[in-house]
């Protein structure tokens, strides 16, 4: 059987496996390599390095998600839009732990792009609230940080007591869409 042809999308498609089986520890080029059936340096024709590779796989991972959210939210506005892309953004985080995992947070010139999209997203779903500018700036980072922050320790076992995580997640909608309401120097 031949092996597939070599792009850098067809090594991230392959580096996504590694993760998405190993967690992103695993990621690696010479894992890469050996799930491409190559050596090593034939990935260098379409990747400079691992770092090069970790941000396309960050990039691909936020497009996903941008797209993922971005179903959610469409037609919706306001509360609805929040709860939605509140409960899409957990259900990916569920749905591919690893993935979420590899994720590389800090801006990055290889994730501008699809960060811009997410971001898009998340100011459109916050213009029913009337912020532009910073306070949708802020607002977006502290949805961000929200959803971001239940759903990591919800993927890495954190929350250990019995109450319904369920429960606690509607209860963070809840607070969010509430502090929408009423921001700061209301």
């Known amino acids: 059987m031949a092996r597939p042809a070599l792009s850098a999308d067809a090594i991230v498609d392959l580096a996504l496996r590694v993760v998405d089986e190993g967690g992103p520890a695993a990621l690696t080029l010479s894992a890469v390599a050996g799930a491409a059936g190559v050596a090593p340096p034939s990935l260098y024709k379409h990747v400079r390095n691992l770092a090069e590779l970790r941000a396309l796989v960050s990039a691909r991972v936020i497009d996903e998600l941008a797209a993922q959210a971005g179903e959610a939210v469409l037609g919706r ?10 409960q899409a953004w957990r259900a990916y ?7 979420y995992a590899a994720l590389i947070q800090a801006p990055e010139p290889r994730t501008a792009e ?16 009337g912020m532009k500018d910073s306070a949708a700036i802020h607002a977006a980072r502290s949805l961000r940080a929200a959803v971001h922050g239940f759903a990591v320790l919800e993927a890495e076992g954190a929350f250990g007591l019995p109450e319904d ?14 502090g929408l309401h009423t921001p700061p120097g209301r």
Request: with cysteine; charged share 25%; proline share 2%.
């Open 165 to 178: 995580l369920e429960e606690s997640y509607e209860l963070l909608i809840h607070m969010v869409i509430a």
């Open 77 to 86: 506005s306001a509360d609805d839009a929040v709860r939605a892309l509140m």
């Open 93 to 99: 985080v569920r749905r591919c732990p690893n993935r």
């Open 114 to 129: 699809a960060g811009a999209r997410l971001l898009t997203i998340m100011s459109a779903t916050l213009r029913a609230y």
